[in-house]
């Protein structure tokens, strides 16, 4: 089977490393893809909202399976093009159809669909700008903290709490009248701040059938201590310790099962990775977000304890026989964590060369923001490697991921040395 891989990131690095593990794997393609992935398969220097350029490679290279790695594509309707285009339709594609992909494209759509199926989630309201005098005044009923989400796609930036009354009214103007996230913020979802720890859940689902995979735990903000400003994920341990059997036993009834029946009840065509967000409040989870896709960095965690040929996995997702896979998780922990360009998440450099890569033995690397240059392996963006290592715990294996970073070097390198800090 030959598979093409549309990405650029860590995610799609972790992809491509596990696929390139298969028997069934021909041949593997990454669009755009990145130095790590240039390693294992061909890159293709073509967009992943391109579906033109798309069409022409699959046809050219004779590909049988397409796998989503971000949201934009899915949310576009990437799956959908497949299916209406007569040379495509036959062609697997691993991730929802734009339908589906609403649950993350659209905010709104997801709490109507929690609220549907009766999944516990904050209680909220959403607005538009003819109804700002409506969302001005609900905000004054609400305790802060005060939780604005613009609805649509912001590239992660789209969630503002403040505990500012004052503030969060003009931040809701802001949103509103001055379109301050674009077209996202054309309607914005006023929700009820929830206390509690953070942690995220993965399913594989054919639309039929799903599986569960191994929980993580991300760390977004750029500080220790989680602080500062809120960046794609600075590191990621699986499993999560506090998820334990009562307490995932609650996720998969409240949450988990009614998903998928929901998606099937309400014709949302669903074949990919559902990713949810979950808050534990007391010993109750709660869903903060739903994502169609798999996070990243919790990929570059997840994915490595999954010890069942990942080909395998796909093409059943693909034949909705999700229920004839025996899914086998490694039982230690993984941890990672994201090398970063200085500045990051703000302005900071590209094409500085990264050193001493073939000094890590105890790790896996997974590129994020890389490129080759003169044969060098050069940083191309704000997140620039990932490094997971195994454990018997998360703290063995954070250990394994500290010492694999010092051997490494590029100008202005930052890190996180505290990932799993809270746990
Ligand atoms: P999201 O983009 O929906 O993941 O939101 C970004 C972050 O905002 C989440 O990871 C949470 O830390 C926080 N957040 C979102 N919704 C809530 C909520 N209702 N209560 C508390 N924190 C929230
Ligand atoms: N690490 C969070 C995400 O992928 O959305």
Redesign the pocket.
């Known amino acids: 089977m030959n598979i093409l891989i549309l990405g650029s990131g860590g995610r799609e690095h972790t992809f491509t490393w596990k696929l390139a593990q298969s028997p069934k794997v021909s041949q593997l393609f990454v669009a755009p893809g990145n130095a790590g992935t240039a390693a294992l398969a061909k890159n293709i220097p073509i967009g992943v909202n391109d579906f033109e350029a798309i069409k022409e490679v699959v046809l050219s290279k004779g590909i049988h399976m397409v796998v989503v790695g971000p949201e934009d594509p899915l949310v576009n309707g990437v799956h959908d093009f497949f299916l209406n285009d007569p040379e495509l339709r036959d062609i697997q594609v691993i991730g929802p159809q734009k339908l589906a992909a609403n649950l993350e494209g659209s ?1 709104e759509f997801a709490k109507q669909f929690m609220h549907r199926h009766n999944i516990p ?2 209680a909220y309201q959403s607005f538009t700008v003819e109804q700002l005098e409506n969302g001005l005044a609900f905000l004054e009923t609400m305790p802060p ?1 005060y ?1 604005l ?1 613009a609805d649509g796609l912001a590239a ?1 930036k ?2 503002v ?1 403040l505990s500012d009354l004052e503030k969060a009214k003009q931040e809701l103007t802001s949103m509103l009248k001055e379109a301050k996230f674009g077209a996202a913020s054309s309607r914005v979802v006023v ?6 720890i ?1 942690l995220s859940v993965f399913v594989l689902t054919d639309g039929k059938n799903f599986k569960v995979l191994p929980t993580a735990k991300d760390y ?1 903000r750029i500080g220790e201590g989680d602080t500062g400003l ?1 960046t794609g994920g600075m590191g990621a341990i699986s499993p999560v310790p506090f998820a334990n059997k009562d307490f995932m036993d609650k996720v998969h009834a409240r949450i988990i099962k009614p998903t998928v029946e929901g998606l099937r009840t309400d014709g949302l065509p669903y074949k990919g990775f559902i990713f949810i ?1 979950l ?1 534990k409040v007391g010993n109750d989870p ?1 869903v ?2 739903y994502n169609v896709r798999m996070g990243d960095p919790e990929t570059e965690v997840v994915v490595p304890r999954i010890e069942t040929d990942l080909a395998e996995v796909f093409q059943a997702v693909a034949d909705q026989a999700l229920d004839k896979v025996d899914l086998q998780i490694d039982e230690r922990s993984a941890t990672t964590v994201m090398t970063v360009s200085g500045g990051y998440p703000e302005a900071y450099e590209k094409g500085h060369t990264i050193f001493g890569l073939e000094d890590v033995f105890d790790s896996l690397i997974f590129h994020a923001g890389t490129k080759l240059e003169n044969g060098n392996v050069v940083t191309n963006g704000g997140r620039v490697m990932a490094f997971t290592s195994f454990g018997t715990n998360f703290r063995d294996a954070l250990a394994k991921s500290y010492k694999s970073i010092e051997k490494i070097d590029f100008d202005k390198m930052n890190y996180r040395k505290d990932i799993g800090f809270d746990l």
Do not use: C, Q, R
């Open positions: 905010k989630t904050a903290p939780v989400k992660g789209g969630v709490i929700e009820e701040f929830l206390t509690g953070e977004k809120n967000g808050i709660y903060i977000e």
